[in-house]
């Protein structure tokens, strides 16, 4: 930490920064320049982090040097994170993909959707049992049922399972059906459940909050890496702009951030990052132009009559010309498909 | 709901929008302009508000019309909500004061604060024992420990006491000690919480998340009533946008949106909202202004050892000296404090 | 300046760094923690201002300590500054109020604003004659024949004028008829008008861009007074954020941030900032209560007819209203209105 | 225009709407709801454009159906347009790439960074000789001085240039030395500038606001394309968020939303759209693979001495290496580079 005192701090008021930090045995280095005196704070990281010195008198501001996350950074930690879901690799030469629709709303649309998207190429299923939803006059989900239609679909065709977790309650529950456990956006600092999560067996995805910063993101993944879990994927969705045009704006430069301060996967959601059907195949290009290890895309059979998100899902046919294009793409990228 | 064709939409598209809602026993209007034809939607609301058009060729765009809260919409409840905690009344003629540590730290901690702000007018006593903290390796809470001190020490002085809930586990425990609970901005959209809130006897202060809309805010305390829980209040704790001098920034353009939107009381947080000492008397004073029906502010009797946010937290001297101008402003708003 | 050097930084590196500074006849201090090491950078502060060290091996991060602006900053002069137009000041004990149209349609329209806002205590009158507009097909302004009715009006009722320029070109001719310049929103950062300002004798309000900082506006304005011109006042119009509700989030805490940061009066434009009619009078009890020097809102009396943003117009009707509550608010503020 | 009455609107207020329309040769079509009525304009879209409905009694809101601009629009324009720049096209087969230092400091350093550039296949040197500059302390630029570097180094390479206008009177001298005249961010909504830019014969780029929304960021294009100037490109450059760790936030949603929008090519510029040299590369990928017609990339010879921008910059070194991942991205999306 560096302490920047005012122009206005007297010798007093420097001598009682140092003597504070003494106090917690750390050493002050002092830098006097023309107008003003810089400390810089030596000493045990711990106590650094939890020191607040910008009430002292003299004291104009305090700027932090270190962030305080360490599991899920690269600096500790400098290879890549291969995450193993069955026989598929998340974070390795292949990337992912993950599609199914947006919520499960019958055997026969999971099953119908499934068959299509494994024919084109993605290895897991995707669809919501339990939704979060903005009004509580919104459809919830088919909770448990919906597990269960995934779970036997995924069995049928060899798929995996990603499905959204919103309670943790449910962590039970949920690992008996699914392979991944998504932690969406709107419960990324959700602390208790991310606390809970650390502690259970499943890989988690960990979608980015609507106006999270990356710093707070990869603080999220800490309290699930601290409890155990080494399990984690990041999830970028969207984040919250000004634009209206677009349901979100998709931050691909958090791509590449995440594959520069951390060493876990990073996934990238373009259905719920545009909000609009058209957006997904060329932002799909992009993310995984951008370095993106895997890709999680809504496709509904018939999505004029889907009872959530039917405005950014994706036909089966649109999906399979969609994973054409990948493949070209992740072959730049050194990568396969 | 309105429908918006495109102006490549042909007689078959529009027919087969028109067919789609007849089946579901609405009725279309149809205005036929030089280059487009616009839809109205006309019938029963849960239909139409779970109806999904975006999808069909040769529509264009739909736009909604009403928002689907209810039990929380002044249209539905003309007069203002005053809720009642013992002798305290927020949302009636006398603008309510919360005050005390961010953290509960130690009875002497609180013990100081609450007769200080006791003294200066405060009627409710606030204070974490359940921090959220974005860090795992940061000071978490004293947990019943906290709850304990706040209430020895709220009946000592006969004072109220508000804390924070981060789990609907602990719902019970929290329910013994404190007379409201808060939902903090990261659990705005934790909706298992919120719904068995809506099952708790307490009041509720439903703090507005980082980065929600109004109307999404209003949806979430929707969840909280649509329970049985009719004691509702707003706090408005800051937005994030790209600011860096202000932590967040205080909307306050908020607390006229709620008392025009809805019938619920709105506290404002200028403690939180800009997460600086000295701008905390005049966003309360600008807040009381605006509307506002109760502030919450930090108070800490040597913030400059506070375990967190010290850098917001008034001394009982700062608050002392604010509570006394506030009272001129209450005044021209028509009320005492 | 402090250079932060990444933990893997080597000898080498520190040494490269160092010898940089020295070449430009400045002082590094080191500090050296448990796994890095920090530099201060000591010297000539216009040095400092332009040196780039990010690039160089090793460097993890730079952290600027001083603000670039000068002129502006309260730190180089403490007391309150004062801007004379005519008999009105506009900083000192008396709340200034600016009403008018949002555009200058007739002379009659302007007429009747004028008289109703003189009536109830407005000092200045506002009304735009070359208007910035998002489309090239809205409404443009009447250019100089609105100028001429304003100055007319203005000089019948012993008002004074405050008008828009958006072209460098326009600075003399609007400076015969106009007592103030304002420059608005989209031009904060147009440098070239800004240095023009600075040499030219009228008073300045300087609207704060749609997503600027603070430190931004801060810097806009040291533009303008280091071209010789100190009679610079700021203008909070509201900053762009993601809520739809209001046209734009009026930021009162830059209110008080002004004042902390800079000796120039601060204005806040509750009309543009909200959009919305109803939360005029809210919020500008809320900006005189946060310790703004003056208000700018737009009357009309007809806005069912305005030309532009008839919405957040208030009638006279409304604005004899407003203007009584705002002298109890003032009084309490020690100012009078 | 559609126009939505309030739940308590009586027959008056609508038979109000109605003749006001109706007076404006306007056709009102009605739809009576259960709790509402909806009225649908019909007639002349720039006097449906003028209409302001929203202060009438009964009258809730209204919402625009159709986007003013027209020129831009790829609804009366389908087929890309293609621009031509000598014998380099935008917009067309090629991705076209613009490359140089942000801002000219000598004949040596433009000379050394554009044989480099050349080298590794860009078309287009970029240059910087007039800077807006948040401070008025930072280097503004060599002026016209710079102008002739670029043209000197351009002519003896066959190069194109482009290069940033601040001030519409500059027009005639920067037209004489660059192919391509660039607007900033900060100046796309100086709308006198873009008036005259719309007289000039040269192609135009015009960067995205900070905060612009596409809609804004179109009807400044049409500001230009109304003056007789056809030749518009468009550039995203970074949004402004509250992120932090990137200078801006990088949109790319936005290259498929023009791309959608409007028939007019679209650039992409990583080096602003991130601030960080090391996600140039991944940046410019995913851009390219979302569909971007060019890019503009700051390279530096030696980016740790430069006057501006260094951070961003790439070494020759660097953009060697990643023209040659571009082209196999290209490759994909059926171009050349």
């Excluded at 707070?216 to 399990?231: D, F, P, R, V």
């Amino acid at each position: 930490m560096i302490i920047v005192m005012s122009p206005g701090a007297t010798r007093e008021n420097i001598d009682a920064v140092v003597k504070k930090l003494e106090k917690r045995n750390l050493r002050a280095h002092l830098s006097t320049g023309e107008d003003r005196t810089i400390v810089g704070v030596i000493g045990d990281k711990k106590t650094i982090a939890n020191l607040e010195m910008n009430m002292m008198d003299g004291v104009e501001k305090t700027v932090r040097i270190t962030e305080k996350y360490k599991l899920v950074s690269r600096d500790f930690h400098p290879q890549d994170t291969i995450i193993k879901v069955g026989d598929v690799e998340i974070g390795g030469k292949e990337i992912v993909v993950m599609a199914g629709p947006c919520a499960v709303e019958s055997f026969e649309q999971v099953r119908e959707t499934a068959e299509a998207v494994k024919k084109s190429g993605a290895k897991i299923l995707r669809g919501g049992a339990f939704k979060p939803r903005t009004s509580p006059y919104d459809f919830q989900g088919l909770g448990e049922e919906g597990l269960k239609i995934l779970r036997t679909v995924a069995d049928e065709l060899n798929l995996k399972v990603v499905t959204e977790i919103v309670d943790k309650d449910d962590i039970e529950i949920i690992s008996e059906y699914a392979d991944i456990l998504q932690v969406g956006a709107r419960n990324m600092q959700n602390f208790q459940m991310l606390k809970a999560l650390g502690k259970c067996g499943k890989p988690i995805m960990l979608k980015r909050g609507l106006s999270a910063t990356i710093s707070e993101w990869l603080n999220a993944a800490e309290y699930i890496m601290i409890g155990g879990n080494e399990n984690v994927m990041f999830c970028e969705r969207g984040i919250r702009t000004y634009e209206t045009f677009t349901r979100n704006t998709l931050d691909l430069s958090a791509v590449a951030a995440i594959k520069e301060l951390s060493h876990l996967p990073i996934v990238a959601d373009p259905s719920h990052g545009t909000g609009r059907r058209k957006m997904v195949a060329p932002m799909s290009r992009a993310a995984i132009a951008a370095g993106a290890d895997a890709l999680i895309v809504e496709v509904h059979p018939h999505p004029e009559v889907a009872l959530s998100d039917g405005d950014q899902s994706l036909t089966p046919a649109d999906f399979q010309k969609m994973m054409e294009d990948l493949h070209g793409i992740a072959k730049v990228m050194g990568k396969t498909i």
